[in-house]
């Protein structure tokens, strides 16, 4: 099985790019394990397509801390006559936003009626964006039940099948 959740922070802010009728979203991710004299530091190339791309250039900035849940794909190329190969992380079930927005600018793109869920219910109880301030949203869920969240609460749901991705 082919599945990584990673907590990190963005070691640069995310750079979106126009691929086709998609976006592709692009950053490094700065993973640490352990403790003090112990702790080491990894680093982990990321991407992420459509909508998810989107949100992680709007939202998320150097220094931000999210999850990102995916899987890995190795990528290869020849330079110089020379094979080469990384693996990256290709986020494509979800991100979480670990930290609370309170920049303005940064809900310019989201939308009335994003479909999200809050963190403490999971994706089993879907909801949609029906207002936002600069550091909360209002969600209503499908069930008709709503509420206030704030945006390290709130994560987007997982891209639907027809979305352009391509691979």
């Avoid at 991710?29 to 990321?46: M, P, S």
């Avoid at 999210?66 to 330079?79: A, M, N, R």
Wanted: contains cysteine; proline residues 4%.
């Amino acid at each position: 099985m082919n599945d990584v959740k990673l907590t990190g922070n963005l070691v640069r802010d995310p750079e979106l790019t126009p691929v086709g009728q998609s976006q592709v979203c692009k950053f490094t991710l700065a993973v640490n394990e352990g403790f003090g004299d112990k702790q080491k530091t990894y680093f982990f190339d990321c991407e992420a397509w459509g909508k998810i791309a989107e949100n992680i250039a709007s939202y998320v900035s150097k220094g931000k801390k999210v999850l990102v849940s995916g899987i890995l794909e190795q990528q290869k190329w020849e330079k110089d006559g020379q094979k080469r190969s990384k693996i990256i992380v290709k986020v494509i079930r979800q991100v979480e936003f670990m930290f609370a927005n309170t920049e303005p600018s940064k809900t310019s793109s989201m939308s009335n009626g994003d479909r999200v869920y809050a963190k403490d219910f999971g994706p089993d109880f879907p909801a949609t964006i029906k207002s936002f301030t600069n550091t909360k949203a209002t969600l209503e869920f499908d069930d008709g039940d709503s509420g206030e969240y704030a945006f390290s609460e709130i994560i987007y749901m997982k891209q639907e099948e027809k979305d352009d991705i391509p691979f």
